[in-house]
């Protein structure tokens, strides 16, 4: 794709619009742009990448739909809400990124995303093991596909799934593989919030504040902490959605899930000097 290909495929879509690789992941080098100024800013920000693709924003709640299937058959659905988007993630330094494993898969609001996940299983002629796909629900309703991958999802979000399950997808896929069907069952137990974090500074982690009155006052809801220790560089957010580590916590309410994890946002800091 040359730059005039680019130029050409925004002004026909229409602004704003996503500039992004098409081997591509964690959104990684993906921009925004509102207008002509900002296409030919981020053209000269995107030629190390090889190949890009040029696609309508979309305004809406980003989510997953994550499967594990053999010989055809799905044995495995998943849902993860990204809070907030990861184009936003990307962007702003104080964003403490999260990854959510939505225990009651038959909401209304994610029914449609699942279906049409099962639609591009079906028109793929997908056969056997791991998906990833991350698709947009607009305000209106509408559901619109963005990734859609033959692979399983990184950035902790497998760990999360097995969270949720009290499982290990990791075995269920070796199972796909290796014997044409899945023997375990999933029952999805727990809302999983994980929320990565990013330290303040430059330099070497010097202290962690805010996390021991947390893991008190949560106790069992709290599944696994690692983040950089202190003594450790800090890790460059731009090149990893898991950044400094991360807090994972769950509970069977969305609602206590989600709060707990805001907190972990809002009050666990990393300071590097």
């Known amino acids: ?31 925004r742009c509102d207008g002509r100024g900002d296409l030919e800013r981020v053209l000269a920000l995107v030629k190390h990448v090889a190949e890009v693709s040029v696609e309508e924003f979309i305004e809406g709640e980003e989510f997953t739909f ?22 936003v993630q990307r962007q ?5 990124p999260q990854t959510v494993a939505v225990r009651e898969l038959d909401q209304p609001d994610l029914i449609e ?41 990184g950035a902790r979000t497998v760990d999360v799934m097995n969270y949720c399950t009290d499982n290990d997808t990791y075995v269920a896929w070796a199972e796909a593989v290796c014997k ?8 999805r137990k727990w809302n999983v919030v994980c929320t990565f974090k990013r330290a303040e500074g430059h330099g070497r982690i010097q202290r962690i504040v805010g996390l021991e009155p947390l893991l008190r006052e949560f106790g069992p809801h709290v599944v696994e902490v690692d983040l950089t220790p202190v003594g450790a560089p800090r890790k460059n957010w731009k090149l990893s959605i898991v950044s400094d580590g991360y807090v994972v916590v769950r509970h069977p309410e969305l609602g206590p899930a989600l709060a707990m994890g805001d907190r972990i ?9």
Request: charged fraction near 30%; proline fraction near 5%.
């Open 66 to 87: 994550d499967t594990i299937c053999a010989e055809g058959e799905l044995y495995f659905e998943n849902v993860c809400w990204y809070r907030p988007r990861p184009l």
């Open 1 to 31: 794709v040359t730059e005039d290909q680019v130029r050409e495929a925004a002004e026909r879509i229409g602004y704003p619009v996503i500039v992004k690789p098409i081997a591509g992941a964690g959104s990684a080098d993906t921009w």
């Open 92 to 96: 702003n330094e104080w964003v403490s």
């Open 180 to 187: 044409g069907r899945v023997e375990r069952r999933f029952e």
């Open 265 to 273: 946002a809002r009050e666990v800091h990393l300071y590097a000097g």
């Open 113 to 153: 995303g699942r279906r049409m996940g099962r639609e591009v299983l079906a028109a793929l002629g997908f056969r056997t093991g791991f998906t990833h796909m991350e698709w947009y629900r607009k305000a209106d309703g509408e559901v619109v596909f963005g990734e859609i991958g033959g692979r399983p999802p």
